[in-house]
């Protein structure tokens, strides 16, 4: 392979993005530049280069993220990958992740996540599949809560620049207790929620909860009009909609569910264990669907895995497969007490053996070791292994994070 990898230049990022547009047939404009330059760190763009020319590229950021036990552990969000079609089967986007993790590795973070366009490409290198997501399209005619809901607080729509800030706490105080989540900072709440010159003819609403006067859940939601023989027909879009409380959370939806000339509210990447299911009269007429979501690589098993929490006191060993980071490949001993655990080599009999993907699928726990044993894909190789995997593993809620990067 004549191309060459490397970290673009701060004159180069510009072209960096047209060529990632290219890659998923796209066409950027100058206001995603300017958005994407809000969060992008150019010492973390990697680009291939053939000829000098840019044509294909992978992009990590900087987070901290919710682990199992509400810990805030460093992980590099996975973006912008993509091969421009003139340039694939070259091994170009193997040589982007093998450099990426390898720099990953140098900076000491101990993990890696993403979403993936395509859910076949990142198993090889090690990702697993650590949380699924929910859709909801829901005929607000239905939406009647069960008996005994009684709305409380004050509900304020609002403009942006009044909005964000009273969201911003609302965020903060949900963030460390769900796996998954992000911690925010000034550049992705400004990413989150950039206002364009073509959002103005699509605008976002804001809707904030508050209860005694302090905010506690907010909506932000755009609104399709349809007026079809002069019969309203408006579809609401739920952008993002976070809760600090089960009270504000079910208010704020109710909220949405009782907008005027609404007919639908939909709503994309909502947690699996959405709590509507335990409000609705009717949970079917959500029409929840499910969809795979993030994906969880441990670059350092060790470091990862004591910088979760876990359930009560055990120790199981385990046989992990590495091939694509063959640092991490090896027997572990993961030995945990009161919830919190030491992790070292070991020679010891393992109780199970999986891969490094299998171990990311389980990190957050939304997956159990028994599910991906019945699909094959762990190996309990002493009795009882996979309970006492499970049993310490164990997590709720399930791992969630708010938007998609």
Not at 17 to 25: D, G, M, V
Not at 160 to 183: C, F, H, K, T
Not at 240 to 265: C, E, K, N, T
Not at 369 to 397: K, N, Y
């Amino acid at each position: 392979m004549d191309v060459e990898i490397r970290t673009i230049a701060e004159d180069e990022f510009e072209e960096f993005l047209r060529a990632i547009e290219l890659s998923f047939s796209g066409a950027g404009t100058p206001e995603d530049v300017v958005r994407e330059r809000l969060v992008a760190e150019i010492d973390r763009c990697l680009a291939a280069f053939d000829e000098g020319r840019i044509v294909g590229g992978a992009m990590a950021v900087s987070y901290r993220f919710t682990v199992p036990g509400g810990a805030q552990v460093r992980a590099a969000g996975v973006t912008s990958v993509g091969v421009q079609p003139t340039h694939r089967r070259r091994g170009i986007n193997r040589s982007l992740m093998r450099a990426q993790l390898e720099d990953v590795r140098s900076r000491g973070e101990p993990i890696a996540v993403l979403y993936a366009s395509e859910g076949g490409i990142y198993g090889r290198f090690g990702y697993g599949l650590a949380s699924f997501l929910g859709e909801i399209d829901m005929e607000v005619g239905r939406s009647t809560f069960i008996s005994g809901y009684r709305p409380t607080g004050r509900m304020r729509l609002l403009p942006r620049s009044e909005a964000l800030p009273l969201m911003r706490p609302v965020y903060d105080r949900a963030q460390p207790r769900r796996p998954g989540m992000i911690a925010m900072d000034d550049r992705w709440w400004e990413y989150l929620f950039f206002e364009g010159e073509k959002d103005k003819d699509d605008p976002t609403f804001f809707a904030v909860h508050d209860t005694d006067g302090a905010a506690d859940a907010y909506a932000a939601y755009r609104v399709k009009h349809d007026w079809t023989d002069s019969l309203p027909n408006l579809e609401l879009t739920v952008r993002q909609l976070v809760a600090a409380g089960p009270q504000a959370y079910a208010d704020i939806w109710r909220y949405l569910f009782d907008i005027d000339l609404v007919r639908r509210v939909k709503a994309w990447n909502r947690p699996i264990d959405e709590p509507l299911f335990s409000l609705m009269e009717e949970p079917r007429r959500l029409r929840f669907r499910t969809s795979d979501a993030l994906r969880v690589r441990l670059v350092d098993v060790p470091a990862a895995l004591q910088a979760r929490g876990y359930v009560g006191d055990g120790r199981i060993v385990v046989d992990v497969e590495d091939a694509f980071c063959q640092w991490n490949e090896g027997r572990y001993a993961l030995d945990v007490t009161a919830g919190a655990a030491t992790c070292e080599r070991t020679d010891d009999d393992p109780d199970i053996a999986c891969s490094v993907a299998d171990l990311g699928a389980t990190y957050l726990g939304g997956t159990a070791f028994r599910q991906l044993h019945r699909a094959g894909q762990v190996t309990e190789m002493r009795p009882g292994g996979l309970a006492r995997a499970d049993a310490l593993f164990a997590s709720d809620p399930a791992p969630w994070s708010s938007f998609v990067f």
